[in-house]
């Protein structure tokens, strides 16, 4: 983001007090002193004024005194005019031949040393001076001293700032204004912001000069708060503040993220005509995009008048930072097409939205025009042209010859004679840890090594890193151990080495010493820390390390605070992390791995409330936390949220992805919305064998077998491959269209054409296709003689469903006996052997069983995004239970004769028959709040009894609506009296 360079309390040549030797007339020894002020300290001003003061001498004097005081006058004016200038060379050689040296000439050259960046000349003149004979004429003023204090702030020297302000408190020229507005600015620039505090609380009247300068100290020290009450007192205090005081407090806002004082700060420039000055406007863009209002600054932007390049930068960069990376593409596009130039900030912040969009094709035009412009020999665009290409490359599916490009223009710049700095060498360097090139990488040391190139903590860190990804730890570890200090940044590195590695136990270790060593931790340290906790599985040590950053003051750190939110995840904790990501702002939090531990907890209606979270905060997902939220959606049966789901995902331009649009199937494969699916699907550009898989998948899960045959079929002659998944779907479509010998050859070309050997599943759904069509015995036959394992619980099932619809209880017999061996408590077994019971009229066992039961079935529907749950037998309302009376009626004028055979007997008779299973409480509650015509979805977690499935077949005839009932086995679309499953579940 670019910065905008704050004013300090003075101008670069600060306006001299009325009490100055320069606006006096000439009362002093020298005459030679009678000089205007504008003519030597005025920047800008080319001509040299008389003081217009009257010499009184002998006559045959005047001529020669005139001479001489022109001749230094001229030279006052050309050691002003150098120093403006900044040939600092020619001044001080200029200086130096001056025969008299005035106060006047002393200040003009201090000033331009501190003016330039030379503030180590300006203090070393000022000593000089100091030590001249005394002379009341050299003595230093208020003027001298506010130079020498500018030039302390220069280089941080509070130390010295004490001296010269001991020496303004012997002089007594505290009570100069000019004067105690530089000391508040040097104490606030050393860092001493009580010091600059006490100062400005001891000046008897501040003026504009005097508050802008404590309101800047405050900020520029990170103490925003006590900038904001200053401010506040300001305007009690009815000082009128400028644009500069208002730039100042925008950007303490937003540091605080207070958008809405942000906001009464922008209607204050309003107020005051401000909202056009181009500098405030930029400050204002700047605070609206920290605080994520993305429109509001963009208004502003397109109101601007006038636009410079600063205001291109702020904007880009804050869409950047935003993740709003396309369109930081687009308003550098806008800018270049309107034949403006960029610089160096502008072509970073593009490069880094490349490189979070892994926009390779855009990276590489954006290169070419570095190119074309004359930017290839600057090393902040390389090294920002290197991290682009270092994120867009994916190393597992690029070639060789993008992956070659960061070395390419490390050696391009190598042969051009480019200068390299630490910034080229530390992007090469993590060119080379990315790729893992430790030839290069070896190749990069030694050249820093051979230009004696800086090596500062961060070229160490890219050292360290590089030797520990490319998985020589002891290469890293001789790198650390080689630094003549150990800083923050080589503790990081070395620290996240050991994780890298694996070495998570020694990463603690390190971590320890540097404590020892009394080294502060930074963000990069606490993240590799908590990394090393999380894969030992050590809640106790992360919790020391989350007590480590509250003590520091890095709670509120993004990266921190992600981390802590990875540990809490990781560790199942998600309820802790939840707490944490209240900390920081909500669009800057790492939502991945904490929706990925909820999702792991299977807790999905929290995670869809977080998804919810996230769209309202403006929060980025990606590809995978996007689908974990489908899975949720399809998992918890929430159509409604699912299309929210899918209308975000396409807003951020992630629906493009194979897998993303293969989740979507299957949600709303999973949510009974075929249609839904099939729209995805036919929308797709590239389908993969696993996309065909998905559709196929979704039309057997929906009872749409034929469908699923015919998309198979299709497949193949597309040349796309089957998979092992891709078989179960279509032999289950051949077991609900009763097709055995199609399901035969399917299962001989899966082994024989397409290599790929049986599973538990393809038995399975062999067992099905057999049973399917009433040949038990087959399928018996099959179990004992063809699977080549011991049969599990799932196949033991398929053959009592199927020999419950046939009425074979031999053969339900032998498949329960086995069944209650292998899952003697499980709820689906209990509820199938209850309906098989039920068939052959054994009450008593059925009652024996439902005692049993672990668990009571429930049913749930969603209305209007909010999910209602029944229970079978609880009671419900009148309202419901008025419908449910309504329905029985309706049916029996209609002539419905229930099949008595699913009947539970011994029971209350309206039980008994089925009226209160959860999933008619659910179905009626659907009636009675969903619009008419509307299709009605319940979702079960057992599998349907007869009695409520003959009932909804029957009820589907007079609502005039599809009833859609997903259970255990499959989802059941009830229409016109027919259900999808073909009676067979």
């Known amino acids: 983001m670019p910065t905008f360079l704050l004013c300090t309390s003075s101008s670069p040549v600060p306006p001299t007090p009325s009490h100055h030797p320069l606006y006096k007339k000439s009362t002093s020894r020298n005459p030679q ?87 180590i000349e300006a203090m ?36 010295l700032g004490r001296e010269i302000h001991c020496s ?11 004067v105690a507005n530089a000391l508040v600015t040097m104490y606030a620039s050393c860092g001493s ?57 925008l950007k303490a806002s937003a540091n605080l993220g207070c958008t809405n004082f942000g906001i009464q700060i922008h209607s ?7 909202d056009s000055c181009l500098f405030l406007e930029n400050c204002l863009m700047e605070f609206y995009g920290r605080a994520g209002e993305l429109g509001i600054m963009r208004q502003v932007f397109d109101k601007m008048l006038e636009k410079d390049l600063v205001s291109w930068n702020t904007i880009i960069t804050c869409c950047t930072h935003n993740f709003y990376n396309e369109e930081a593409l687009t308003l550098f596009r806008a800018l270049i097409g309107e034949g403006s130039e960029c610089d160096e900030f502008t072509l970073g912040s593009t490069l880094q939205a490349v490189a979070s969009l892994k926009a390779l094709n855009h990276g590489k035009e954006i290169h070419g025009y570095v190119i074309r412009a004359g930017f290839e020999s600057d090393s902040h665009v390389n090294s920002a042209l ?29 042969s051009m004679g480019a200068e390299f700095d630490e910034f080229i060498m530390a992007s090469v360097l993590k060119s080379c840890a990315m790729q893992k090139d430790l030839e290069t990488g070896k190749m990069i040391h030694a050249c820093i090594m051979k230009l004696e190139i800086k090596l500062d903590a961060y070229v160490i860190s890219s050292l360290i890193d590089m030797y520990a990804k490319c998985g020589i730890l002891e290469a890293s570890l001789r790198v650390f151990e080689g630094t003549k200090k150990w800083t923050t940044v080589p503790w990081s590195a070395i620290i996240a080495a050991h994780c890298w590695n694996g070495h998570f136990l020694e990463a603690l270790r390190f971590f320890r010493k540097m404590q020892l060593d009394q080294v502060n931790a930074n963000e990069f340290t606490y993240t590799s820390v908590l990394l090393a906790c999380t ?135 999973n949510c009974g919305n075929l249609a839904h699916a099939i729209d995805v699907f036919n929308q797709m550009t590239e389908r993969k064998s696993a996309s065909w898989t998905s559709m196929i998948s979704a039309n057997v899960h929906n009872g749409c077998p034929s469908s699923a045959l015919e998309l198979f079929m299709l497949m193949i002659r597309k040349g796309k491959n089957p998979n092992s998944n891709t078989f179960v779907s279509v032999l289950k479509a051949c077991a609900q269209m009763g097709l055995v010998d199609e399901a035969f050859r399917l299962f001989v070309s899966m082994t024989e054409v397409y290599k790929i050997k049986p599973s538990a ?96 079935s429930s049913s749930w529907i969603e209305i209007r995004e909010n999910v209602h749950e029944f229970v079978s037998g609880q009671i419900v309302t009148m309202e419901i239970s008025n419908k449910l009376g309504e329905v029985a009626r309706m049916m029996e004028e209609l002539g419905y004769v229930a099949d008595k055979k699913h009947w539970l007997h011994n029971v209350e008779d309206s039980r008994g028959k089925g009226t209160h299973h959860a999933e008619l409480m659910a179905l009626a509650y659907g009636l009675v709040s969903l619009p008419h015509g509307t299709p009605i979805r319940v979702f079960m977690n057992a599998r349907m009894c007869g009695a409520c499935h003959s009932s909804c077949k029957f009820i589907s005839t007079f609502v005039r609506r599809e009833v859609v009932i997903k259970d255990t086995c499959k989802f059941h679309h009830f229409k016109d009296g027919k259900c999808s499953c073909k009676d067979r579940w």
């Open 535 to 669: 894969a030992l599985g050590s809640l106790r040590r992360g919790k020391e390390i989350h007590c480590h950053i509250i003590r520091n003051g890095y709670e509120s750190n993004v990266s921190a605070v992600n981390s802590l939110v990875n540990l809490y995840s990781g560790l199942s904790k998600p309820q802790q992390a939840l707490k944490l990501c209240s900390t920081i702002f909500e669009h800057e939090i790492s939502w991945g791995s904490l929706i990925k531990a909820l999702a792991e907890a299977k807790d999905y209606e929290i995670i869809l409330k977080l998804f919810h979270r996230i769209q309202r905060s403006n929060g980025q997902l990606d590809h995978a936390s996007a689908c974990f939220v489908l899975n949720s959606c399809g998992s918890a049966f929430f159509l409604n949220a699912g299309i929210q789901a899918h209308t975000y995902i396409t807003k951020k331009g992630l629906v493009s992805s194979p897998n993303m649009s293969n989740a979507l199937i299957k949600m709303y494969s």
């Open 761 to 856: 599943q393809h038995y399975c759904c062999m067992v099905e296709v057999l049973g399917q069509v009433g040949m038990l015995r087959e399928a018996e036959h099959f179990i004992d003689s063809v699977i080549p394992f011991e049969p599990g619980a799932p196949i033991w099932k398929a053959l009592l469903s199927s020999s419950r619809v046939y009425e074979n209880m031999k053969v339900a017999k032998h498949a329960a006996e086995r069944l209650v061996e292998l899952e003697p408590t499980d709820i689906k077994t209990n509820i199938l052997l209850q309906q098989v019971l039920l068939a052959s009229g054994k009450w008593e066992d059925v009652a024996r069983l439902r005692k049993r039961s672990l668990k009571t």
């Open 386 to 414: 290197l991290d682009m290409y270092i994120k867009c490359i994916d190393h597992e599916t690029s070639d060789y010859r993008s992956n070659m490009v960061p070395r390419k223009i490390f050696r391009s710049l190598q």
């Open 124 to 159: 070393s003149l000022f000593r000089q001076m100091l030590r001249l004979p005394s002379d009341d004429t050299l003595q230093p003023d208020p003027f001298v001293f506010s130079v020498v204090l500018r030039a302390c702030a220069s280089i941080g020297s509070v130390d």
């Open 268 to 274: 204050c420039m309003v107020k005051m005509g401000l």
């Open 193 to 249: 912001v009580q010091y600059s505090a006490r100062v400005f609380w001891g000046i008897h009247q501040p003026d504009l000069v005097s508050w802008s300068s404590m309101l800047s100290g405050y900020v520029k020290n990170g103490h925003y708060e006590e900038a904001l009450r200053l401010f506040s007192e300001m305007a009690q205090a009815g000082v009128q503040f400028d644009a500069f005081v208002l730039s100042i407090v």
């Open 168 to 178: 303004i408190l012997k002089l007594c020229y505290m009570e100069d204004l000019f």
């Open 33 to 119: 002193e009678t000089i205007s002020l504008k003519a030597v300290c005025s920047p800008g001003v080319h001509s040299i004024t008389s003081a217009n003061d009257t010499i009184i001498g002998p006559t045959s004097c005047i001529n020669d005194r005139r001479n001489v005081l022109n001749q230094d006058k001229l030279t006052l004016s050309l050691l002003h005019e150098y120093t403006r200038a900044g040939r600092m060379r020619e001044a001080r050689a200029l200086f130096n031949a001056m025969p008299d040296k005035t106060l006047v000439s002393w200040t003009i050259l201090m000033s331009g040393y501190t003016l330039h960046g030379h503030a």
